[in-house]
Protein backbone atom coordinates (compact mmCIF):
# COMPACT_ATOMS: atom_id res chain seq x y z
CA UNK A 1 0.00 0.00 0.00
CA UNK A 2 1.14 3.59 -0.61
CA UNK A 3 -0.20 6.49 1.26
CA UNK A 4 0.28 9.03 -1.44
CA UNK A 5 -0.95 11.61 0.90
CA UNK A 6 -0.01 12.63 4.27
CA UNK A 7 1.12 15.02 6.91
CA UNK A 8 2.51 13.42 9.40
CA UNK A 9 5.09 16.46 9.55
CA UNK A 10 2.94 18.41 11.25
CA UNK A 11 2.48 18.82 15.28
CA UNK A 12 -0.09 16.80 15.59
CA UNK A 13 2.79 14.00 15.32
CA UNK A 14 5.21 15.52 17.44
CA UNK A 15 4.72 13.01 20.44
CA UNK A 16 5.25 10.20 18.65
CA UNK A 17 6.25 10.65 15.00
CA UNK A 18 8.58 7.68 14.87
CA UNK A 19 5.97 5.13 16.22
CA UNK A 20 3.42 6.35 13.80
CA UNK A 21 5.82 5.96 10.95
CA UNK A 22 6.45 2.37 12.44
CA UNK A 23 2.89 1.03 12.48
CA UNK A 24 2.79 2.30 9.26
CA UNK A 25 5.38 0.27 8.23
CA UNK A 26 4.40 -3.06 10.02
CA UNK A 27 0.52 -2.40 7.98
CA UNK A 28 2.20 -2.90 5.26
CA UNK A 29 2.51 0.54 3.63
CA UNK A 30 5.50 0.88 1.34
CA UNK A 31 5.98 4.86 1.27
CA UNK A 32 4.66 8.10 2.32
CA UNK A 33 3.97 10.71 0.30
CA UNK A 34 4.34 13.95 1.58
CA UNK A 35 2.72 17.31 0.62
CA UNK A 36 3.77 21.01 1.80
CA UNK A 37 1.49 23.11 2.91
CA UNK A 38 3.76 26.97 3.35
CA UNK A 39 6.66 28.38 4.08
CA UNK A 40 6.28 27.37 7.53
CA UNK A 41 5.91 23.65 7.11
CA UNK A 42 9.07 23.77 4.66
CA UNK A 43 11.78 22.79 7.68
CA UNK A 44 9.76 19.91 9.08
CA UNK A 45 9.36 18.18 5.87
CA UNK A 46 12.56 18.33 4.68
CA UNK A 47 14.00 17.50 8.61
CA UNK A 48 11.62 13.53 8.21
CA UNK A 49 12.22 13.45 4.61
CA UNK A 50 16.17 13.12 5.98
CA UNK A 51 15.32 11.01 8.33
CA UNK A 52 13.47 8.07 6.55
CA UNK A 53 14.92 9.38 2.52
CA UNK A 54 13.51 6.47 -0.19
CA UNK A 55 9.99 6.27 2.27
CA UNK A 56 8.96 9.85 3.33
CA UNK A 57 8.90 11.30 -0.10
CA UNK A 58 8.54 15.35 -0.53
CA UNK A 59 6.36 17.33 -2.71
CA UNK A 60 6.74 21.13 -2.75
CA UNK A 61 3.94 24.09 -3.02
CA UNK A 62 1.69 26.58 -1.59
CA UNK A 63 -1.57 25.58 -0.62
CA UNK A 64 -4.53 27.31 -1.40
CA UNK A 65 -5.26 28.45 2.64
CA UNK A 66 -1.46 28.95 2.25
CA UNK A 67 -2.41 32.58 -0.25
CA UNK A 68 -2.17 35.72 1.62
CA UNK A 69 -1.43 39.21 0.97
CA UNK A 70 2.08 38.03 0.38
CA UNK A 71 2.15 35.33 -1.70
CA UNK A 72 4.08 36.51 -4.22
CA UNK A 73 7.32 36.30 -2.24
CA UNK A 74 5.86 33.73 -0.48
CA UNK A 75 5.58 31.86 -3.86
CA UNK A 76 9.21 32.88 -4.48
CA UNK A 77 10.84 31.20 -2.13
CA UNK A 78 8.45 27.93 -2.31
CA UNK A 79 9.72 27.76 -6.19
CA UNK A 80 13.59 28.30 -5.04
CA UNK A 81 13.21 25.26 -3.20
CA UNK A 82 12.98 23.21 -6.38
CA UNK A 83 16.66 23.97 -7.35
CA UNK A 84 17.87 23.10 -3.83
CA UNK A 85 16.02 19.59 -3.73
CA UNK A 86 14.00 16.69 -5.18
CA UNK A 87 10.85 16.48 -5.44
CA UNK A 88 8.34 13.63 -6.57
CA UNK A 89 5.44 16.33 -7.05
CA UNK A 90 4.14 19.71 -6.67
CA UNK A 91 1.61 19.96 -4.46
CA UNK A 92 -0.62 20.44 -2.59
CA UNK A 93 -2.04 23.18 -4.86
CA UNK A 94 -5.26 24.08 -5.83
CA UNK A 95 -8.28 26.22 -5.16
CA UNK A 96 -10.06 26.33 -1.46
CA UNK A 97 -13.17 28.46 -1.18
CA UNK A 98 -14.89 26.83 1.46
CA UNK A 99 -12.91 28.80 4.41
CA UNK A 100 -12.60 32.23 2.73
CA UNK A 101 -13.12 34.02 -0.58
CA UNK A 102 -11.12 37.25 -0.07
CA UNK A 103 -7.76 36.05 -1.90
CA UNK A 104 -9.96 33.82 -4.77
CA UNK A 105 -7.94 36.04 -7.48
CA UNK A 106 -4.98 35.79 -5.84
CA UNK A 107 -5.57 31.72 -5.55
CA UNK A 108 -5.81 31.42 -8.81
CA UNK A 109 -2.75 33.11 -10.24
CA UNK A 110 -0.68 31.08 -7.42
CA UNK A 111 -2.12 27.75 -8.84
CA UNK A 112 -1.70 28.64 -12.82
CA UNK A 113 2.03 29.51 -11.74
CA UNK A 114 2.69 25.96 -9.85
CA UNK A 115 1.07 24.26 -13.06
CA UNK A 116 3.65 25.75 -14.98
CA UNK A 117 6.13 25.13 -12.61
CA UNK A 118 4.88 21.18 -13.06
CA UNK A 119 5.27 21.16 -16.87
CA UNK A 120 8.66 22.70 -16.89
CA UNK A 121 9.78 20.40 -14.44
CA UNK A 122 7.53 17.21 -15.78
CA UNK A 123 6.60 16.85 -12.47
CA UNK A 124 3.00 15.45 -11.69
CA UNK A 125 0.67 17.87 -9.41
CA UNK A 126 -1.50 17.10 -6.17
CA UNK A 127 -4.63 19.32 -6.33
CA UNK A 128 -6.66 20.69 -3.26
CA UNK A 129 -10.11 21.41 -4.31
CA UNK A 130 -12.85 22.57 -1.94
CA UNK A 131 -16.17 24.29 -2.80
CA UNK A 132 -13.86 25.52 -6.06
CA UNK A 133 -14.55 22.73 -8.91
CA UNK A 134 -15.39 25.16 -11.08
CA UNK A 135 -12.67 27.62 -10.48
CA UNK A 136 -10.06 24.55 -10.48
CA UNK A 137 -11.02 23.61 -13.60
CA UNK A 138 -10.62 27.11 -15.36
CA UNK A 139 -7.48 27.22 -14.68
CA UNK A 140 -6.62 24.03 -15.44
CA UNK A 141 -8.18 24.31 -18.81
CA UNK A 142 -6.20 27.99 -19.06
CA UNK A 143 -2.72 26.25 -18.86
CA UNK A 144 -4.04 23.12 -21.27
CA UNK A 145 -5.16 20.00 -18.94
CA UNK A 146 -3.08 17.92 -21.39
CA UNK A 147 -0.06 19.08 -20.57
CA UNK A 148 -0.35 17.49 -16.69
CA UNK A 149 -0.65 14.68 -14.59
CA UNK A 150 -1.68 13.72 -11.27
CA UNK A 151 -4.09 13.58 -8.82
CA UNK A 152 -7.29 14.87 -7.78
CA UNK A 153 -7.25 14.24 -4.35
CA UNK A 154 -9.19 14.15 -1.47
CA UNK A 155 -12.10 13.41 -3.85
CA UNK A 156 -15.76 13.56 -2.58
CA UNK A 157 -17.29 15.31 -5.54
CA UNK A 158 -20.91 14.66 -7.37
CA UNK A 159 -21.02 12.60 -9.94
CA UNK A 160 -20.91 14.86 -12.28
CA UNK A 161 -17.76 16.54 -11.14
CA UNK A 162 -16.24 12.80 -11.14
CA UNK A 163 -16.98 12.65 -14.72
CA UNK A 164 -14.95 15.75 -15.50
CA UNK A 165 -12.31 14.21 -13.52
CA UNK A 166 -12.09 11.47 -15.08
CA UNK A 167 -11.95 13.50 -18.70
CA UNK A 168 -8.48 14.23 -17.42
CA UNK A 169 -6.76 11.51 -18.94
CA UNK A 170 -3.30 12.08 -17.00
CA UNK A 171 -4.89 12.28 -13.66
CA UNK A 172 -5.94 9.99 -10.81
CA UNK A 173 -8.94 10.35 -8.08
CA UNK A 174 -7.64 10.32 -4.70
CA UNK A 175 -9.82 8.56 -2.39
CA UNK A 176 -9.31 8.95 1.44
CA UNK A 177 -11.12 8.26 4.54
CA UNK A 178 -14.04 10.06 3.58
CA UNK A 179 -15.19 6.77 1.09
CA UNK A 180 -15.70 5.54 4.56
CA UNK A 181 -18.25 8.32 6.12
CA UNK A 182 -21.61 7.38 6.41
CA UNK A 183 -22.98 10.29 4.73
CA UNK A 184 -20.13 10.29 1.49
CA UNK A 185 -22.73 9.70 -1.17
CA UNK A 186 -20.25 9.80 -3.62
CA UNK A 187 -19.52 5.90 -2.74
CA UNK A 188 -22.99 5.33 -5.08
CA UNK A 189 -20.98 6.24 -8.28
CA UNK A 190 -17.34 6.07 -7.60
CA UNK A 191 -17.13 3.01 -9.42
CA UNK A 192 -17.58 4.65 -12.60
CA UNK A 193 -14.30 5.35 -12.14
CA UNK A 194 -11.84 2.45 -13.04
CA UNK A 195 -9.68 0.99 -10.62
CA UNK A 196 -6.77 1.44 -12.58
CA UNK A 197 -7.29 5.60 -12.22
CA UNK A 198 -7.75 5.59 -7.91
CA UNK A 199 -5.07 5.92 -5.45
CA UNK A 200 -5.12 5.95 -1.82
CA UNK A 201 -4.49 8.35 0.99
CA UNK A 202 -5.17 9.71 4.72
CA UNK A 203 -4.76 13.03 4.70
CA UNK A 204 -3.22 12.38 8.07
CA UNK A 205 -4.08 13.58 10.91
CA UNK A 206 -7.22 15.20 9.02
CA UNK A 207 -10.23 12.55 8.06
CA UNK A 208 -9.85 9.68 10.18
CA UNK A 209 -11.67 6.75 8.30
CA UNK A 210 -14.25 4.81 10.34
CA UNK A 211 -14.51 3.29 12.69
CA UNK A 212 -11.33 6.00 14.00
CA UNK A 213 -13.63 8.74 12.97
CA UNK A 214 -13.25 11.87 14.98
CA UNK A 215 -9.75 10.98 16.26
CA UNK A 216 -6.51 11.83 14.95
CA UNK A 217 -5.82 9.83 11.87
CA UNK A 218 -2.60 7.90 10.52
CA UNK A 219 -0.93 6.34 7.62
CA UNK A 220 -2.07 2.73 8.96
CA UNK A 221 -5.61 3.35 8.84
CA UNK A 222 -4.99 3.51 5.20
CA UNK A 223 -6.36 -0.45 5.36
CA UNK A 224 -9.69 1.42 6.10
CA UNK A 225 -10.11 3.21 2.66
CA UNK A 226 -9.03 -0.26 0.83
CA UNK A 227 -11.22 -2.39 2.53
CA UNK A 228 -14.46 0.06 1.30
CA UNK A 229 -12.95 0.45 -2.27
CA UNK A 230 -12.98 -2.95 -2.07
CA UNK A 231 -17.00 -3.01 -1.05
CA UNK A 232 -17.30 -0.16 -4.01
CA UNK A 233 -15.62 -2.30 -6.53
CA UNK A 234 -16.55 -5.92 -5.32
CA UNK A 235 -12.85 -6.87 -5.89
CA UNK A 236 -10.43 -8.90 -2.82
CA UNK A 237 -8.71 -6.50 -0.74
CA UNK A 238 -5.09 -8.19 -2.13
CA UNK A 239 -6.74 -6.74 -5.27
CA UNK A 240 -7.42 -3.33 -4.31
CA UNK A 241 -4.18 -3.28 -2.81
CA UNK A 242 -2.28 -4.22 -5.95
CA UNK A 243 -4.35 -2.14 -7.92
CA UNK A 244 -3.97 1.17 -6.10
CA UNK A 245 -0.38 0.76 -4.99
CA UNK A 246 0.81 0.30 -9.45
CA UNK A 247 -1.75 3.29 -10.08
CA UNK A 248 0.72 5.31 -7.73
CA UNK A 249 3.75 3.91 -8.70
CA UNK A 250 2.63 4.60 -12.85
CA UNK A 251 1.99 8.50 -12.07
CA UNK A 252 5.39 8.88 -9.63
CA UNK A 253 7.44 6.94 -12.04
CA UNK A 254 9.40 5.29 -9.56
CA UNK A 255 8.77 1.89 -7.60
CA UNK A 256 8.52 2.43 -3.54
CA UNK A 257 11.20 0.21 -1.28
Not at 22 to 30: C, F, L, M, P
Not at 140 to 163: D, Q, T
Not at 219 to 241: D, N, S, T
Request: some cysteine; charged content about 25%.
Amino acid sequence: MVDTHTHVYLKEFDEDREVVIERAKQAGITGLLLPNVDLDTVGRLHELCDLHPGYCLPMMGLHPTGVVSSWKDDLKEIRSWFDKRRYIAVGEIGIDLYWDKTYIKEQKQAFIEQLHWSMEMDLPVVIHTRDAFPEVFECLNSVGVHNLRGIFHSFGGSREELEQALQCENFMIGINGVVTFKNSGFRDYLNIAPIERIVTETDAPYLAPVPFRGNRNEPAYILCVIEKLAEVYGLPVEMVKKKTSENAHRLFGFHFA
